[in-house]
T-cell receptor, first 114, second 115 residues
Framework: AQTVTQSQPEMSVQEAETVTLSCTYDTSESDYYLFWYKQPPSRQMILVIRQEAYKQQNATENRFSVNFQKAAKSFSLKISDSQLGDAAMYFCAYRSAAGNQFYFGTGTSLTVIP | KAGVTQTPRYLIKTRGQQVTLSCSPISGHRSVSWYQQTPGQGLQFLFEYFSETQRNKGNFPGRFSGRQFSNSRSEMNVSTLELGDSALYLC??????????????FGPGTRLTVL
């Protein structure tokens, strides 16, 4: 089974600064999708950004971007100009192109310091 | 479109009881997946239903079961509750077509506490 590893249980960043959250995964598949989800305290999990493995270009959504290194099986999330509302638990997730089962990392709790 | 809804939002049960949780997916979505979220384990996949059939199953005991109705609404049942079943249970819906654009959208979760 695929595994997703988030090695940073907690991170903090000063407001307006940039922070990078790490994620690595293990798979023998060549075609898959990667996701970052955000779960604010006591609130619903929402999709932040997704990346298709066959695309070399890194995905970007406003202040959120990823650094996708397929050979290294690494998928980090960069948050630029951090805002107080970015404080949340961030989960990295993997989905095979041939199935609908998601595999999640254990999450990184991000604190934004005013 | 309305989002994924889950009922009830909070439940308190005692050991040995059973519980049923409900999930209504986004309109048009045919896949519903269930996850157990605990502080130490993160999100653990329970099972996925697509068109009323269980399509994927995680590594949970048989006390955990589910079903899906013709309108894609899904229920999850846990029998003979144990203290370790205390968790946030999340439901996620998607088109379920395994396509390029398929993404899971999560509900707010049901917080189950077993005493």
């Amino acid at each position: 089974a695929q595994t997703v590893t988030q090695s940073q249980p907690e991170m903090s960043v000063q407001e307006a600064e940039t922070v990078t959250l790490s994620c690595t995964y293990d798979t023998s598949e060549s075609d898959y999708y990667l996701f970052w989800y955000k779960q604010p305290p006591s609130r619903q999990m929402i999709l932040v950004i997704r990346q298709e493995a066959y695309k070399q270009q890194n995905a970007t959504e406003n202040r959120f971007s990823v650094n996708f290194q397929k050979a290294a099986k690494s998928f980090s999330l960069k948050i630029s100009d951090s805002q107080l509302g970015d404080a949340a638990m961030y989960f990295c997730a993997y989905r095979s192109a041939a199935g609908n089962q998601f595999y999640f990392g254990t999450g990184t709790s991000l604190t934004v310091i005013p | 479109k309305a989002g994924v809804t889950q009922t009830p939002r909070y439940l308190i049960k005692t050991r040995g009881q059973q519980v049923t949780l409900s999930c209504s997916p986004i309109s048009g979505h045919r896949s519903v997946s269930w996850y157990q979220q605990t502080p130490g384990q993160g999100l653990q996949f329970l099972f996925e239903y697509f068109s009323e059939t269980q399509r994927n199953k995680g590594n949970f005991p048989g006390r955990f079961s589910g079903r899906q109705f013709s309108n894609s609404r899904s229920e999850m049942n846990v029998s003979t509750l144990e203290l370790g079943d205390s968790a946030l249970y999340l439901c996620a819906s998607s088109m379920g077509l395994w396509g390029d654009t398929d993404t899971q959208y999560f509900g707010p979760g049901t917080r189950l506490t077993v005493l």
